[in-house]
Nanobody, 127 residues
C-alpha cells in the first residue's frame, strides 16, 4: 500500500524559508515515476508547484515559484523535498505531495497525472 507522508509545514514571515519533505512509503519508482508538489489555497484550484523524476532527477517548476523553490530527492530514503525560499504571503496554502507516472515532463504539473496523494501540510506566510 502506497502512503505519502508530508512534513515540514508551518508559519513563517514573508522572506523566510521552509523545507517540506515527502516520504513515499511502499512506492516503488519506475523509470517514468514522478513525484510532485501541489498547493491549494481556500477558494482556489489546486496548483502544481514542482515535480521531479526520481529516476534521473529531471525537475519542473511553476513560473510562480521559479527562482525561489527547489525540488530534490533522496532515493535512498524514498523522500522528495521542496525547499521554499523568499516566501510570500501568496504562497500560503495547503501543500500536497503526489506520486504518479508519466512519460511527458510537460504534464508533470497536472493533478490528473498523479494516482497517490498525501494528506497535506499547511504553509502560512505572514506579511
Amino acid at each position: 500500500q502506497v502512503q505519502l507522508v508530508e512534513s515540514g509545514g508551518g508559519s513563517v514571515q514573508a522572506g523566510g524559508s521552509l523545507r517540506l519533505s515527502c516520504a513515499a512509503n511502499g512506492y516503488s519508482y519506475s523509470s517514468h515515476s514522478i513525484v510532485g508538489w501541489f498547493r491549494q489555497a481556500p477558494g482556489k484550484e489546486r496548483e502544481g508547484v514542482a515535480a521531479i523524476y526520481p529516476g534521473d532527477g529531471r525537475s519542473y517548476r511553476a513560473d510562480s515559484v521559479r527562482g525561489r523553490f527547489t525540488i530534490s530527492r533522496d532515493n535512498a530514503k524514498n523522500t522528495v523535498y521542496l525547499q521554499m525560499n523568499r516566501l510570500k504571503p501568496e504562497d500560503t496554502a495547503m501543500y500536497y505531495c503526489a506520486a504518479g507516472e508519466t512519460y511527458y515532463g510537460s504534464t508533470s504539473l497536472r493533478p490528473d497525472v498523479y494516482n497517490y496523494w498525501g494528506q497535506g501540510t499547511q504553509v502560512t506566510v505572514s506579511s
